[in-house]
């Protein structure tokens, strides 16, 4: 696919899913309210790192889709994947970096605005999205790439950052 179309649906597709999942649900569920579940002295200190997570996971899923238009010569988007398989950037930490990116989201603000129900939100979250990943993409990927994918799967974690890239 050529970068200026595959640019085009990965806006639309960045909007669609990840803006659902990580912007639109967050805020169906607290209107973003600020609660106080915590002592004052102890809610400073959990907003900032909440804004920190929100802010990391935005920079997160804006990299990945990027690198998927640029480096993968395609989108996240399952009709028009990707022709080449993408490992550059972030992805050679971990091999989920935009589900991750919406993961710090949906748990930054739940820490930012003191809401629970967030963390509930993410905890029932993660159950769809890892088994799309293990039931649809880690086979799809394997199809396509073969070795390659089996190579950098096998060296990167899924979920959890390594701390040195990944260097094939």
């Known amino acids: 696919m050529r970068r200026t ?4 649906f990965s806006a ?3 909007a669609a899913a990840p803006g659902t999942a990580a912007v639109l649900v967050p805020w169906l569920i607290s209107r973003w309210e600020v609660r106080d579940p915590l002592p004052a002295w102890l809610m400073l200190p959990v907003r900032v790192a909440g ?3 929100v802010l ?4 997160v899923l804006v990299d990945a889709f990027v690198r998927f238009v640029v ?3 395609g989108t996240p988007l399952p009709a028009a994947p ?10 050679r930490h971990v091999r989920n970096p935009m589900y991750v990116g919406v993961f710090a989201a949906v748990i930054g603000q739940a820490m930012l605005f003191g809401d629970p129900w967030l ?5 029932g979250l993660t159950i769809p999205v890892w088994s799309f990943v293990h039931w649809y993409e880690e086979p799809t990927l394997r199809a396509k790439f073969g070795a390659d ?4 799967r096998a060296r990167v974690p899924g979920w959890w950052p390594r701390l040195h890239p990944y260097r094939p």
Do not use: K, M, N, S
């Not at 179309?5 to 085009?8: I, S």
């Not at 990391?56 to 920079?59: D, E, K, S, Y």
């Not at 963390?119 to 905890?123: D, G, R, T």
């Open 5 to 8: 179309p595959a640019a085009v």
């Open 12 to 14: 639309v597709f960045f």
């Open 51 to 53: 804004v920190l997570l």
């Open 56 to 59: 990391a996971g935005l920079a």
């Open 71 to 73: 480096e993968g010569l």
């Open 82 to 91: 990707p022709e080449r398989l993408v490992i550059g950037g972030l992805y």
């Open 119 to 123: 963390l509930a939100y993410f905890a």
């Open 149 to 152: 994918y089996d190579q950098y």
